[in-house]
């Protein structure tokens, strides 16, 4: 059974920072392109950050140069490292693999609130 599960959000002040954390079981996680999505309110969930199987990386331009991705294939995890945060990074962060797989493997995703 497939399974993503996020964690490490929570509420941080402009220009903080947070590490997110998605362990994922059930697919053959070193074969996969995995990626970092947010969706605020109102908006739709957009891609965020990137990487491939190889280790290659990818940002929106929104978050280049301030978040990063990175992956543990022994452990199964995917993280995003988000540093110099600002208030329309605000969102519910998760992750899924590259393309996504279908919808009902969406994870509950963790809330990153910037917020002073």
């Known amino acids: 059974q497939v399974q993503l599960v996020e964690s490490g959000g929570g509420l941080v002040q402009p220009g903080g920072s947070l590490r997110l954390s998605c362990a994922a079981s059930?697919?053959?996680?070193?074969?996969?392109?995995m990626g970092w999505y947010r969706q605020a309110p109102g908006n739709e969930r957009e891609l965020v950050a990137r990487i491939t199987t190889g280790g290659r990386t990818n940002y929106a331009d929104s978050v280049k140069g301030r978040f990063t991705i990175s992956r543990d294939n022994a452990k199964n995890t995917v993280y995003l490292q988000m540093n110099s945060l600002k208030p329309e990074d605000t969102a519910v962060y998760y992750c899924?693999?590259?393309?996504?797989?279908?919808?009902?493997?969406w994870g509950q995703g963790t809330q990153v609130t910037v917020s002073s």
């Open positions: 059930g697919i053959i996680f070193s074969t996969y392109a």
């Open positions: 899924n693999t590259h393309p996504t797989l279908p919808a009902r493997y």
